[in-house]
């Protein structure tokens, strides 16, 4: 396999998704890769899991089904400063961290507001991706968000499920401005599958697709290795 690695898996914790930890880590195993990060949604979002559900997530094992298990969160951007809805105690306790613009948790903003809002959450020292950063309805400069990226060594994500021709982000063209931008200045992206179901955990189709119209190195990719990962986990 290509790619060995799933940042962003949600688990019935999260509200509106479907399988537990266990389902989710185990179809990893299946599928073969060798990392997957369990990134349920904070509490700000309608459903989220509970602030105790992340602090307790240490006694989740590192190692489950032979491949290794982060443990994190997928927080919520709060205001267009980059703040976000958990705190740094509790972020400084999980091995991973997705910061995202979800429509209840902030509205939408023009593309100024929003493009601060995101370089506002790269500057936290626990954010490690900037989830599905292509969404319409907060549109972004991705000069100014792909060199800040680079500045403050975040990845930005390429969600395979806001490719999906049935959902509703419509980022398509956002994600070839943005992929483009990260070729020209040799900036590095993960993938994301964004499964809120275990049959989808590791499914990259989506992205793959648009990845190879668009002739995008794969060294740029960062699922194809742990180690390339981890260069980008602070904590």
Avoid: W
């Amino acid at each position: 396999m290509d790619y060995v690695l799933d940042t962003h898996c949600h688990t019935i914790v999260s509200g509106h998704a479907y399988s537990t930890l266990e389902e989710v880590v185990k179809k990893a195993a299946d599928e073969g890769l060798e990392l997957v990060a369990i990134t349920d949604h904070a509490p700000g979002l309608p459903g989220g899991a509970h602030m105790f559900y992340f602090s307790n997530l240490h006694v989740v094992p590192n190692n489950m089904y032979g491949i290794e298990v982060l443990r994190g969160i997928e927080v919520n951007i709060i205001s267009y400063d980059g703040n976000i809805d958990v705190d740094d105690y509790t972020l400084s306790r999980l091995d991973i961290v997705i910061a995202s613009l979800h429509p209840p948790c902030l509205d939408f903003g023009n593309i100024e507001q929003n493009t601060n809002a995101v370089i506002g959450a790269m500057k936290n020292p626990y954010v490690n991706i900037i989830g599905h950063p292509d969404d319409g309805r907060y549109p972004l400069d991705y000069d100014k968000v792909v060199k800040a990226a680079r500045d403050y060594n975040v990845l930005l994500e390429l969600n395979n499920t806001s490719l999906n021709p049935k959902g509703f982000r419509k980022g398509i063209e956002n994600d070839k401005i943005m992929l483009k931008k990260c070729m020209e200045l040799n900036v590095p992206i993960v993938l994301g599958s964004d499964a809120h179901i275990s049959f989808d955990v590791g499914n990259f189709d989506n992205s793959i697709k648009l990845l190879e119209e668009i002739n995008f190195p794969k060294e740029l990719v960062v699922n194809t290795s742990k180690d390339k990962l981890k260069r980008f986990l602070k904590g």
